[in-house]
Every structure is written in structure tokens, then in C-alpha cells.
């Protein structure tokens, strides 16, 4: 089956410092990979997705993610943390060949400590 | 663009009773509507996957019979809980799909969270 880790439960960072959370997926199948964001007692928001092209994907409200295929990863970056970007993270990908069934990691708590 | 809305926010009823959710895509037709549930701090488990005008093909585990799921038309999907009892009690999301692209995006819901008392 196609799935997507992502190995840490929380990170924390300070505010203005550059933040990554980090997520790898298993080899099969064309890695459609996305990333979303939960903030408390809401749905999910799309941030951004790699589908094909470019490596380097640019999201929302700031966010971008790198594609590498040599380390199977799509880490979410961004250059400088707010406050406000504390929340959840999740990172995601279609389950199977022809279907758009998204696979979610387990989540990443993100904590910007002011 | 691409708003999924839900419907209650919030609800809490006593054991036994039926709860119904609705989840309406707002500016796009989804033809393909995704319901999951999530517990607290853990991440999202997908219920069933409903299309419009055909039965949902449901998860393992998931009884079908106790949450129903109706796709009428292209921009509504409701979830019955019936005969809810308090294990029922979650946070329940849905999803809509612009399906039938490659790189279909879901979009998902603000969420419901049932209480059973």
C-alpha cells in the first residue's frame, strides 16, 4: 500500500527562525503527494501539492515543499515562522493507482514560540 | 474558490438517537465526496468515498447500516449516524473532490463535532 510517514509528532521553533516538517512516502506508484494544515476544532486547509514538474513547490501563505526522489521525501518548508502558523500538519498521498483516496500521516504538531 | 461547508457544526443528542451531517460544495460540483472521522490528536480515517448517484463503498470496519451515506446531487453528501451511542462521539470531516482531473485536489469541511450523550 502507498503510504506517507512523517516521523515527528511535534516541532517546535522560534518565531522568524525557518521551520521544516518533515515527510517521506514508500516507493510505489507515482507519488502524488500533498500537504495540509488543521488548525483547532477545524477541517483541513490545502496547502500545496507535487504532482509532477518541478520539484520545488509553492504553496499557501508562504509554505513551499521539495519533492526528492532520491530520499523519497517532501519536507514543508518555510523561510520564516509566524505565530500563527502553529497548528497541524498533515501530509498526504493517493492510496492507490486510479484513486483519488488520500493516505494521511499521522500529523506534526507545529508549535512558533514567540 | 473551491469552499466545502458543513452542516451543524456542533450537535450533541442523546444515545439512541439519529444525527444527520451535511457537507455542500459551495462553488464546484464534486463528483466524488470523502467522510472521515478523527479522534482527538490523532490523525484522519477515511469512513467511505460516496459519488454522486451511486452507493458509497465503505472502509473496512465501517458499518454501513449505522452511518448512511446519500450523495443526491453534485454538490451535497449527508452522513446519518443513527442509533448514535456515546463511542460514536468524534469529529467527523468531509471532503469534496474536483475528481476526474489527474491531480484532483480534496477539499475538505470545517467539520462536526457530535457529541453523544
Known amino acids: 500500500a502507498q503510504s506517507v510517514a512523517q516521523p515527528e509528532d511535534q516541532v517546535n521553533v522560534a518565531e522568524g527562525n525557518p521551520l521544516t516538517v518533515k515527510c517521506t512516502y514508500s516507493?510505489?506508484?507515482?507519488?502524488?503527494l500533498f500537504w495540509y494544515v488543521q488548525y483547532p476544532n477545524r477541517g483541513l486547509q490545502f496547502l500545496l501539492k507535487y504532482i509532477t514538474g518541478d520539484n520545488l513547490v509553492k504553496g499557501s501563505y508562504g509554505f513551499e515543499a521539495e519533492f526528492n526522489k532520491s530520499q523519497t521525501s517532501f519536507h514543508l518548508k518555510k523561510p520564516s515562522a509566524l505565530v500563527s502558523d502553529s497548528a497541524l500538519y498533515f501530509c498526504?498521498?493517493?492510496?492507490?493507482?486510479?484513486?483519488?483516496?488520500?493516505?494521511f500521516g499521522k500529523g506534526t504538531k507545529l508549535s512558533v514560540i514567540p | 474558490g473551491a469552499v466545502v461547508s458543513q452542516h451543524p457544526s456542533r450537535v450533541i443528542c442523546k444515545s439512541g438517537t439519529s444525527v444527520k451531517i451535511e457537507c455542500r460544495s459551495l462553488d464546484f460540483q464534486a463528483t466524488t465526496m470523502f467522510w472521515y472521522r478523527q479522534f482527538p490528536k490523532q490523525s484522519l480515517m477515511l469512513m467511505a468515498t460516496s459519488n454522486e448517484g451511486s452507493k458509497a463503498t465503505y472502509e473496512q470496519g465501517v458499518e454501513k447500516d449505522k452511518f448512511l451515506i446519500n450523495h443526491a446531487s453534485l454538490t451535497l453528501s449527508t452522513l446519518t449516524v443513527t442509533s448514535a451511542h456515546p463511542e460514536d462521539s468524534s469529529f467527523y470531516i468531509c471532503?469534496?473532490?474536483?475528481?476526474?482531473?489527474?491531480?484532483?485536489?480534496?477539499?475538505f469541511g470545517p467539520g462536526t463535532r457530535l457529541t453523544v450523550l
Open positions: 498526504a498521498r493517493y492510496s492507490g493507482a486510479g484513486s483519488y483516496q488520500l493516505t
Open positions: 471532503s469534496a473532490s474536483l475528481a476526474g482531473l489527474a491531480g484532483g485536489t480534496q477539499y
Open positions: 516507493v510505489s506508484g507515482n507519488p502524488y
